[in-house]
C-alpha cells in the first residue's frame, strides 16, 4: 500500500516525540489501544492553568506509518489551542488532512481517543468533569 | 554499487534464473506446439519437451515422471490432492488431518470439503512451529483417508518431520500428502525415502516461471488416485484437463534441472548469509528468532523486534523488501495465524520481520540490509511508549489496555 506524502513525511520526521512529567498537575496523559491490537498511542498535553491554553504536547507510539503520523499531527495541532478548542479535534480532520485510506481510518480515530483521554486526564486531575464522548 | 531496493522476500517468489528464461523462449514462438496434438510435428515438438521436462523435475524429488501432473500451481495442486482425495476415497472414510500452521490453500481446500461432510482435525503445533507426533498418532483413525503437514513452512521455514510422520500415516493405512511449496529446490526431497503419497509444489519459488506447478502422485504402493477437479480433455492421465502450459512446464524442468546441480553450492552459500544476518539481528537487544533453528529452512529467517509494530518498521526500512507478521491493513488488525499458534505474545506476532534470501542476494545486500534494520529498530523504539514502559520495568500485561 503506498503512503500518502504527509504520511511519509510526519513517519520520517515525527513531530514532539517525547515525554512530559506525568505526575505534574498540569499535565494530562492519555494512553490509548493495545499492544495485541498492533496500535499505543500515548499523547501528552501540557496545560497553561491561567489561560486553559495547550503549551505542549508530545507523543510516543507503536504502530503503523500512519499511526504514527496521525499522533504526530495530532501534537502540531494541539500546541497553541485552548482545551475547548482542543476537544473539537475531528478524526476525519486527520484523516483528510494524511490523506489516510479507508483501512487506516481506525488510526485517526485511535489520535481522536488519544487526544480526549489526555483532557480528561488533565480535567480529572484538576477537579474538572471528565468529557464523556469518546469514540 | 548497491541497487535499491533489495529483495528479501524470496519466499513470496523469487526471480527466475535467466537460463530458465532462455530455455523457455523458444516455446513462445517457434515451437508453439500443442502437446496434445498427435497429428503433426509441432504437437510432437511439444509432446517432447514435455516429456524431457517431466524426467526434470521428477528427477529433483525421485519420483518416476509419470506421476507427476501438472497444474497452475501450488494452489492449485494443494486443492487437487485435498479435494481430490476426498472425492475418490470418500467411501473409505472422511477423516482428514492437518495442521494449524498450513497455508490457506489447504486450510481453506479443507474447510471446504467440511462442508462436503468432511471431518477435519487441525493439529496444532508447539512452540517451536513443529507438530508432535504424539498428537498426530493420537488423531489417527481408522477411518483417517489422508494426512497433510507441509513440508516446510512458509512463514517461519520450519521443517516437519516429514519421515516420521509419513510412517505413522502408513502404519495408519493412512495416505500422506505433502505441501512442499517451500522445500523443493532448496533442501533435499526425496518422495521415496520421505514415504510421501502426493506432493505440491511450484515453480516460481524456486527461479521458474509463475503459473506452473506440480503434484507429484504415487504410482504404486499405494497407487494413488484423485478425482479431477476439472473437466475436459484428460490430461495428466485424467487427473488435470487443460493445454499443456508448455513454456512454463519447459521453464519448471529447467529450473529443477539447475536446483538439483547446484543446490550443494547454493545452500552453502546462501546459509552462511542467513546466518551472518541473523547472528547480527540477534544482537539487537529485544530481538527473538521465531520457530525451531535447527531443522530450518537454509534461507529463510523470521525475527521479531518486541516494542516495534511490524507495518511501522516495514515503513522504516523501505530499502528492504521484506515481508512482516502484523497484518494491519484490516479492522480487525490480526497478526500472523502462523506466529499466533506458536503460542507468540501479540506484541511479538506483530512485531516479526520475514527475510527470505536467494540464489542471488549478496553479502552487500545481507550487510547493508543489517544496517537498515538496526537503525530502524532503534528509530522506532526511541517513539515507542512500549519500549519506554519496557525499559521502566513496567510489566506490560498488568497495564489495562482499552482493545478498540
Known amino acids: ?135 | 554499487m548497491i541497487q535499491l531496493p533489495i529483495y528479501l522476500d524470496n519466499n513470496a517468489t523469487t526471480p527466475m534464473d535467466p537460463r530458465v528464461l532462455e530455455t523457455m523462449l523458444p516455446y513462445f514462438t517457434q515451437k508453439f506446439g500443442n502437446a496434445a496434438s498427435r497429428n503433426h510435428s509441432f504437437g510432437w515438438e511439444g509432446e517432447e519437451a514435455v516429456d524431457y521436462a517431466r524426467e526434470q523435475v521428477a528427477k529433483l524429488i525421485n519420483a518416476d515422471p509419470k506421476e507427476i501432473i501438472f497444474t497452475s500451481g501450488a494452489t492449485e495442486s494443494d486443492n487437487l490432492a485435498i479435494k481430490g482425495v476426498f472425492e475418490m476415497y470418500a467411501e473409505k472414510g472422511k477423516h482428514i488431518i492437518t495442521a494449524t500452521t498450513e497455508h490457506k490453500a489447504v486450510l481453506d481446500a479443507c474447510a471446504h470439503i467440511e462442508k462436503l461432510g468432511a471431518e477435519v482435525t487441525y493439529l496444532n503445533v508447539q512452540e517451536d512451529g513443529l507438530i508432535n507426533l504424539d498428537e498426530l498418532k493420537a488423531a489417527l483413525r481408522p477411518d483417517t483417508i489422508m494426512v497433510s503437514i507441509m513440508y516446510a513452512n512458509n512463514e517461519i521455514g520450519v521443517i516437519q518431520p516429514i519421515k516420521e510422520i509419513s510412517e505413522l500415516t502408513k502404519a495408519n493405512g493412512s495416505l500422506f500428502m505433502t505441501d512442499a511449496t517451500q522445500a523443493v529446490g532448496k533442501i533435499p526431497v526425496d518422495v521415496k525415502a520421505d514415504g510421501i503419497d502426493l506432493l505440491a509444489f511450484t515453480a516460481h519459488k524456486m527461479y521458474g516461471p509463475k503459473g506452473i506447478g506440480v503434484l507429484y502422485v504415487r504410482r504404486k504402493n499405494p497407487r494413488v488416485k484423485v478425482t479431477a477437479q476439472m473437466d475436459g480433455g484428460g490430461h495428466e492421465r485424467g487427473m488435470r484437463s487443460g493445454t499443456l502450459n508448455v513454456p512454463g512446464i519447459v521453464g519448471l524442468g529447467k529450473a529443477c534441472e539447475l536446483c538439483q546441480l547446484e543446490m550443494t553450492s547454493d545452500t552453502a552459500r546462501i546459509k552462511k548469509l542467513r546466518d551472518k544476518l541473523e547472528t547480527e539481528l540477534l544482537k539487537v537487544e529485544e530481538a527473538y528468532l521465531n520457530g525451531n533453528k535447527e531443522h530450518r529452512l537454509p534461507h529463510v529467517s523470521n525475527i521479531s523486534f518486541k516494542y516495534v509494530e511490524g507495518e511501522g518498521l516495514m515503513m522504516g526500512i523501505k530499502d528492504l523488501a521484506v515481508s512482516s507478521g502484523s497484518a494491519c491493513t484490516s479492522a480487525s488488525l490480526e497478526p500472523s495465524y502462523v506466529l499466533k499458534s506458536l503460542g507468540l505474545d501479540d506484541e511479538l506476532a506483530h512485531s516479526s520481520l520475514r527475510f527470505g534470501l536467494s540464489r542471488f542476494t549478496t553479502e552487500e545486500e545481507i550487510d547493508f540490509a543489517i544496517e537498515h534494520v538496526k537503525s530502524a529498530v532503534a528509530k522506532l523504539r526511541d517513539m515507542s511508549p512500549l519500549w519506554e514502559m519496557f525499559k521502566e520495568g513496567i510489566d506490560l500485561k498488568s497495564i489495562e489496555w482499552q482493545e478498540h
Request: aromatic share 4%.
Open chain 1, 1 to 135: 500500500m503506498a503512503y500518502s506524502e504527509k504520511v511519509i513525511d510526519h513517519y520520517t520526521n515525527p513531530r514532539n516525540i517525547g515525554t512530559l512529567d506525568k505526575a505534574r498537575q498540569n499535565v494530562g496523559t492519555g494512553l490509548v489501544g493495545a499492544p495485541e491490537c498492533g496500535d499505543v498511542m500515548r499523547l501528552q498535553i501540557e496545560v497553561d492553568d491561567e489561560t486553559g491554553t495547550i503549551t505542549e504536547a508530545k507523543f510516543k507510539t507503536f504502530g503503523c506509518g500512519s499511526a504514527i503520523a496521525s499522533s504526530s499531527l495530532a501534537t502540531e495541532w494541539l500546541k497553541g489551542r485552548t482545551i475547548e478548542d482542543a476537544v473539537k479535534i475531528d478524526n476525519m480532520d486527520i484523516v483528510e488532512e494524511l490523506s489516510l485510506p479507508p483501512v487506516k481510518i481506525h488510526c485517526s480515530v485511535l489520535a481522536e481517543d488519544a487526544i480526549k483521554a489526555a483532557i480528561n486526564d488533565y480535567r480529572i486531575k484538576n477537579g474538572l468533569t471528565p468529557l464523556t464522548e469518546i469514540k
